[in-house]
């Protein structure tokens, strides 16, 4: 059983960030100014074990990359921003795959978005637009070959594993997919593995019509949050609660435990699908004029729950494609990080490792005769 980890490369200036952001900008200035929206909502955010990190310093990733093996994370899964040829927030995993450490497994993750001020609140306001072609789809592939050839990228059956953030926006998602793979296997660097990530309602479709070759969920799933959290009985809360500034309507709060419920009772797709978790999440330090999204009442122990439950579901295969995706490895502005915190500590990392040992446990030795070369 595998797990890899979704990263932000954020933690570090770029000239792009200082333009549109103020100079110095980096996912620590939005972390750090966050404030509670309510009683018992945690904000803000603070790292503890790492400290505030630049990604530029290879000792900071070398401490992620120790800390994430010892508690059972297997590789992460970076960001990848590719705009017809021109990258963005590239340094650090360039940086890696240039010195050849950490010596820790990774993957990539186009996250093929145009660039908005959504974070706050603007999504009409574009700062960089996402366009494809077809002479891109050779040039991007070209790239990526380099990345599939290093000998720690992570791979699915052995090909190298490549995630599409938003596959909803390809033009003609066959044509980059039959020209990615025939281009890598001509480089030498292999068929890759190709999944689809199911965040948005256009892009949950049966990835094999389109030529990949799985989906991977995300968590978490918008359309199972559960039931709002309104505010308690009471004239105070009453009038806070139909104040049009309040938070109960300006915010969507859920309950984390109801989307943990939630997500373990969600029924199978008739396709290959690779499962997620989350420890939380709250992009209130992102969204601090309204409109966030906040998981109340996160815990170690319901995501060490979440966890051994999503494990133990996957039926017995080749333990080759027992493989379980984390959002996220250090999400800071959106509460959802397995970095040590001043509030939980390793907390979450200790769920992490038990809730995965438990799961093999349960499980058992893999008969050879059950063994499956595609997830379910």
Same mark, same amino acid.
């Given at each position: 059983?595998?797990?890899?980890?979704?990263?932000?490369?954020?933690?570090?200036?770029?000239?792009?960030? %200082?333009?549109?952001?103020?100079?110095?900008?980096?996912?620590?200035?939005?972390?750090?100014?966050?404030?509670?929206?309510?009683?018992?909502?945690?904000?803000?955010?603070?790292?503890?074990?790492?400290?505030?990190?630049?990604?530029?310093?290879?000792?900071?990733?070398?401490?992620?990359?120790?800390?994430?093996?010892?508690?059972?994370? %297997?590789?992460?899964?970076?960001?990848?921003?590719?705009?017809?040829?021109?990258?963005?927030?590239?340094? @650090?995993?360039?940086?890696?795959?240039?010195?050849?450490?950490?010596?820790? @497994?990774?993957?990539?993750?186009?996250?093929?978005?145009?660039?908005?001020?959504?974070?706050?609140?603007?999504?009409?306001?574009?700062?960089?637009?996402?366009?494809?072609?077809?002479?891109?789809? !050779?040039?991007?592939?070209?790239?990526?070959?380099?990345?599939?050839?290093?000998?720690?990228?992570?791979?699915?059956?052995?090909?190298?594993?490549? !995630?599409?953030?938003?596959?909803?926006?390809?033009?003609?998602?066959?044509?980059?997919? %039959?020209?990615?793979?025939?281009?890598?296997?001509?480089?030498?660097?292999?068929?890759?593995?190709?999944?689809?990530?199911?965040?948005?309602?256009?892009?949950?479709?049966?990835?094999?019509?389109?030529?990949?070759?799985?989906?991977?969920?995300?968590?978490?799933?918008?359309?199972?949050?559960?039931?709002?959290?309104?505010?308690?009985?009471?004239?105070?809360?009453?009038?806070?609660?139909?104040?049009?500034?309040?938070?109960?309507?300006?915010?969507?709060?859920?309950?984390?435990?109801?989307?943990?419920?939630?997500?373990?009772?969600?029924?199978?797709?008739?396709?290959?699908?690779?499962?997620?978790?989350?420890?939380?999440?709250?992009?209130?330090?992102?969204? @601090?004029?309204?409109? $966030?999204?906040?998981?109340?009442?996160?815990?170690?122990?319901?995501?060490?729950?979440?966890?051994?439950?999503?494990?133990?579901?996957?039926?017995?295969?080749?333990?080759?494609?027992?493989?379980?995706?984390?959002? $996220?490895?250090?999400?800071?502005?959106?509460?959802?990080?397995?970095?040590?915190?001043?509030?939980?500590?390793?907390?979450?990392?200790?769920?992490?490792?038990? $809730?995965?040992?438990?799961?093999?446990?349960?499980?058992?030795?893999?008969?050879?005769?059950?063994?499956?070369?595609? @997830?379910?």
């Amino acid at each position: 059983m595998r797990s890899l980890a979704f990263y932000l490369p954020q933690f570090h200036p770029i000239p792009e960030n %200082d333009v549109w952001w103020g100079r110095g900008f980096t996912e620590w200035t939005t972390v750090s100014r966050a404030r509670p929206l309510l009683r018992g909502h945690h904000q803000p955010h603070l790292p503890a074990d790492l400290g505030f990190y630049d990604l530029r310093v290879p000792e900071s990733r070398a401490a992620q990359a120790t800390l994430a093996a010892r508690y059972g994370i %297997d590789g992460f899964c970076y960001y990848h921003y590719w705009f017809e040829g021109r990258r963005l927030l590239e340094r @650090p995993f360039d940086e890696v795959l240039r010195s050849g450490q950490p010596d820790f @497994p990774f993957c990539l993750c186009w996250a093929n978005e145009t660039w908005t001020r959504r974070w706050d609140g603007g999504d009409n306001d574009v700062l960089l637009h996402q366009t494809y072609s077809a002479a891109d789809d !050779l040039r991007h592939i070209r790239w990526l070959a380099g990345a599939f050839a290093d000998p720690r990228y992570f791979r699915v059956q052995g090909r190298p594993l490549f !995630l599409v953030y938003r596959v909803s926006d390809l033009p003609d998602p066959q044509r980059t997919v %039959d020209v990615w793979r025939r281009e890598s296997v001509r480089l030498g660097a292999g068929d890759p593995y190709l999944c689809i990530v199911h965040n948005f309602d256009a892009d949950r479709v049966d990835p094999r019509p389109l030529g990949f070759d799985a989906a991977v969920t995300f968590a978490p799933d918008w359309r199972r949050l559960g039931p709002a959290v309104r505010a308690t009985a009471g004239r105070r809360a009453l009038r806070k609660a139909f104040s049009r500034r309040s938070v109960y309507r300006t915010n969507r709060l859920h309950d984390y435990r109801s989307l943990v419920e939630q997500a373990l009772s969600s029924p199978r797709v008739p396709y290959p699908t690779y499962p997620s978790v989350c420890p939380g999440f709250d992009n209130s330090p992102r969204r @601090p004029s309204g409109g $966030a999204t906040v998981l109340l009442g996160s815990s170690p122990s319901l995501y060490e729950k979440w966890v051994r439950e999503t494990c133990c579901r996957l039926g017995p295969r080749d333990a080759e494609e027992d493989l379980l995706f984390v959002n $996220a490895w250090n999400e800071w502005g959106e509460g959802n990080h397995l970095e040590p915190c001043q509030r939980w500590g390793r907390e979450y990392l200790e769920a992490h490792e038990r $809730a995965t040992n438990e799961a093999l446990r349960r499980k058992g030795p893999i008969p050879a005769s059950s063994a499956s070369l595609t @997830p379910s």
